[in-house]
Every structure is written in structure tokens, then in C-alpha cells.
């Protein structure tokens, strides 16, 4: 069965322009949520979909971040525009229900100059 | 706010040795506490206690939670250099999961 998958592996963008990652969830998992982690600190929570709607979405940093779960399969997370304090690894998770456990993608490297 | 401590923040042993991570949590809305491995990408899952006083085991890692101390430990016996990684303690609610920083843990021969 596949795992979480995430797209791209690593990313280098110029401050002020835009990225948009992806992660696809394990299939059936209506559960996906997108965490951060930052250089040196500790893995925080972003936001979480239940299929398409978003139930949580407290951790989001700032307006510049976007998620999007059209049809409730894969989601994308946009930076627009992306400031230095925007780089870091950003993991995406599923789980089949609330509270079950999460499976962890293999994180998107974001590096911003 | 939610928080997750683990100590300790480093560890170095030798193969062989025994291993116990820790971590408290202050949360609300507990509902699991979470270890996972992270080696180079991503964290896989390795146990999930909602109870406690009951032990998880699955090879020679073990787990146990204390939820009137809130706090659980992570074990390993006879650490194998494949044991490396750092092993991330996380406290799960009814929706967004809290994690510590993480035990880095290294096992040379």
C-alpha cells in the first residue's frame, strides 16, 4: 500500500514568490493534516481536512498560506509571497479517522533566499 | 498552550546498551500519546497508548503511559546501530497533534 507521498522533495525560491506543495494521502484516509518544521524547533501543526473542509486550521501561520483539499483526495499548500522565515520541512499526514494515528509523508524541504 | 517535553535532548550509546526516552505533556483534550522515528524523512509510527499502566512492545521497543503523571517513557533493548534516529514524542487531541523536539539518538558500535 502506498504511504504519503509529497511533492516536490525540496524547493528553493527566491523571497516574494510563490510555491505551492502537494501531498497525496494514503487512500481512504479522509484525515490529512500539514505540519512545519522549522530549523531547530519542533514539529507544529498547521491545519487539518476532514475530506475537503477544513476542521482546524489554528496553526496557519499568516494570510500568505493557503490550503486548498478540492474533492477531498490530495491538498496543496500555497506561500504566496514567501518570506525567509518560511523555510523549513513541511510534512503532510493522514489518518483513516479522528484520533487514529497519523502517517507522515517524507516532508517537502522549502528554502526561501 | 499544548506542550510536549522530551529529554533527553541528545543521547549517544553502544550498541548493546538499553535506552529509556522520556516525555511529559501537558495537553487538552488528551486522547493518545504518539512515538515515532524519524531517521532522514519521514516520521514513522511506532506506538500509540491512550491507556495507561499498559504496555505497548513491539521488538525490543516498549512503551508505557502514565496519565495521572503525564508522562510516558520510550525503551529499547540491546540498541542495534539501526536504532539511530531521533525519536519524536507526540500528544495527540481530537484533531491537531503536539510534538516535542525530539530525542536524537545514536548507537555506535
Known amino acids: 500500500e502506498a504511504g504519503v507521498t509529497q511533492f516536490p522533495s525540496h524547493s528553493v525560491i527566491e523571497k516574494g514568490q510563490t510555491v505551492t506543495l502537494r501531498c497525496d494521502p494514503i487512500s481512504g484516509h479522509d484525515n490529512l493534516y500539514w505540519y512545519r518544521r522549522v530549523m531547530g524547533k519542533e514539529i507544529k501543526f498547521l491545519l487539518h481536512?476532514?475530506?475537503?473542509?477544513?476542521?482546524?486550521e489554528s496553526g496557519m501561520p499568516n494570510n500568505r498560506f493557503l490550503a486548498e483539499r478540492t474533492g477531498g483526495t490530495y491538498s496543496t499548500l500555497k506561500v504566496q509571497p514567501a518570506e525567509l522565515e518560511d523555510s523549513g520541512v513541511y510534512f503532510c499526514?493522514?489518518?483513516?479517522?479522528?484520533?487514529?494515528?497519523?502517517?507522515f509523508g517524507p516532508g517537502t524541504r522549502l528554502t526561501v533566499l | 498552550e499544548d506542550k510536549v517535553v522530551q529529554s533527553p535532548l541528545s543521547l549517544v550509546v553502544h550498541e548493546g546498551d538499553t535506552v529509556t526516552l522520556n516525555c511529559s505533556y501537558e495537553?487538552?483534550?488528551?486522547?493518545?500519546l504518539l512515538w515515532y522515528k524519524q531517521e532522514k524523512k519521514a516520521p514513522t509510527f511506532l506506538f500509540m497508548l491512550?491507556?495507561?499502566?499498559i504496555e505497548k512492545k513491539s521488538g525490543r521497543l516498549s512503551s508505557i503511559l502514565d496519565k495521572k503523571e503525564l508522562f510516558s517513557i520510550l525503551n529499547i533493548t540491546a540498541t542495534q546501530t539501526g536504532d539511530s534516529a531521533v525519536y519524536l514524542c507526540?500528544?495527540?487531541?481530537?484533531?491537531?497533534?503536539?510534538f516535542g523536539t525530539g530525542t536524537k539518538l545514536q548507537v555506535i558500535p
Open positions: 495537553v487538552t483534550n488528551f486522547r493518545s
Open positions: 499526514a493522514s489518518s483513516l479517522g479522528l484520533g487514529w494515528e497519523q502517517f
Open positions: 507526540a500528544s495527540g487531541g481530537y484533531q491537531k497533534v503536539t
Open positions: 481536512f476532514v475530506k475537503e473542509s477544513k476542521q482546524d
Open positions: 491512550t491507556s495507561s499502566g
